[in-house]
């Protein structure tokens, strides 16, 4: 299973960006979908994440600012990033649960795609 994610790049504090991440490979089913970063010198943390049926969880730091999304058909995730602050400067990782059996779960981790907000 492959992550890919887009939508990373250089904004201005108070902008806005979407950031992408769409599943690939061969699996039978994909539960927790969501989006992980890490600043430099810090260890990574929870942005948001998404349960199959839509249920949300943000970290604190992004709640009112951030939106994610995903679409069950297509195996992506989307998260709009909004009144940006030069804090959530990191390197996104996207994050997936993937079931690659009826039996066997795993996580999947994308590359990461870089945010920075300037201030």
């Known amino acids: 299973v492959q992550l890919q994610a887009f939508g990373g790049g250089l904004v201005q504090t108070g902008g806005s960006l979407r950031l992408s991440c769409a599943a690939s490979g061969s699996f039978y089913s994909i539960s927790d979908m969501g989006w992980y970063r890490q600043a430099p010198g810090k260890q990574r943390e929870l942005v948001s994440v998404?349960?199959?049926?839509?249920?949300?969880n943000y970290g604190d730091s992004v709640k009112g600012r951030f939106t994610i999304s995903r679409d069950n058909a297509k195996n992506t995730v989307n998260l709009q990033l909004n009144s940006l602050k030069p804090e959530d400067t990191a390197v996104y990782y996207c994050?997936?649960?993937?079931?690659?059996?009826?039996?066997?779960?795993?996580?999947?981790w994308g590359l990461g795609t870089l945010v920075t907000v300037s201030s």
């Open positions: 994050h997936a649960q993937v079931w690659i059996s009826r039996m066997t779960r795993g996580d999947s």
């Open positions: 998404i349960a199959r049926a839509g249920t949300t």
